[in-house]
């Protein structure tokens, strides 16, 4: 639904189309969500062919009210509103990074069977051997990515092979540019420092991207499905 009908909506419930049938004005809605009268209009006539609403239309006004259905769709957004609002933690962060090549020891931790055995069990994907790199540059950023620490993550657990032990790391689930799922993956024994991202997913991500040095990423990091 679209979120300017989903307000609309909202507004015929606050009148009282939730419980009854109300009769209203197009030119009394419109004042009401500050639009025009003809925009009032034909968002009344898509609530009603999307079957959120029934509504009876005549000269003095029309008769409306919300349907299972609607009531069905402003509870969807009521419990993702108690999630956000209640919840100690946001259900996502969004950082902006910049594309360069690393020294290439990201692929040498990611495929150390150690770690990917339980990247493919805890994460479910085997990842591409690398990582993607990006570089976050704003104070903004930065902050964020501090923040990042204190949030609910995805533990993977420190190993020990016959030479040496590697220590544990965090995982948050990512998607990149609203397009690719992928894993922030947060002290894997990394020469960087916290101004560094490091992401894996189950495919080679600078060519599904169509990625170079230089290209900013939008990295939407998933709290909510974090663990």
Avoid at 144 to 168: H, N, Q, V
Avoid at 204 to 224: A, M, P, T
Wanted: hydrophobic residues 35%; proline residues 4%.
């Amino acid at each position: 639904m679209k979120p300017i009908l989903w307000f609309t909506l909202y507004e015929l419930a606050e009148m009282g189309a939730y419980n009854r049938t109300i009769k209203v004005s197009t030119q009394f809605l419109a004042e009401k969500i500050g639009c025009s009268q003809q925009t009032a209009s034909r968002q009344l006539i898509e609530l009603e062919h999307a079957r959120l609403i029934k509504r009876t239309t005549s000269a003095e006004g029309s008769l409306i009210k919300i349907t299972e259905l609607g009531k069905t769709e402003l509870k969807k957004v009521y419990s993702g509103l108690r999630s956000v609002v209640e919840k100690a933690f946001p259900p996502s962060i969004v950082l902006e990074g910049e594309v360069f090549t690393g020294i290439g020891e990201g692929a040498y931790y990611v495929m150390l069977e150690g770690y990917r055995r339980q990247f493919v069990e805890k994460l479910g994907f085997d990842p591409y051997p690398g990582t993607l790199n990006l570089k976050l540059k704003t104070d903004y950023d930065l902050k964020t990515r501090s923040e990042l620490e204190t949030y609910p993550a995805i533990e993977i657990e420190s190993f020990k092979d016959e030479a040496r032990t590697f220590g544990p790391a965090k995982c948050y689930r990512v998607v990149l540019n609203n397009k690719v799922e992928g894993a922030l993956v947060s002290a894997m024994r990394s020469h960087y420092n916290s101004s560094v991202v490091e992401i894996i997913a189950p495919t080679f991500l600078r060519q599904k991207l169509n990625l170079k040095d230089g290209n900013k990423v939008k990295v939407e990091v998933l709290i909510s499905k974090s663990q």
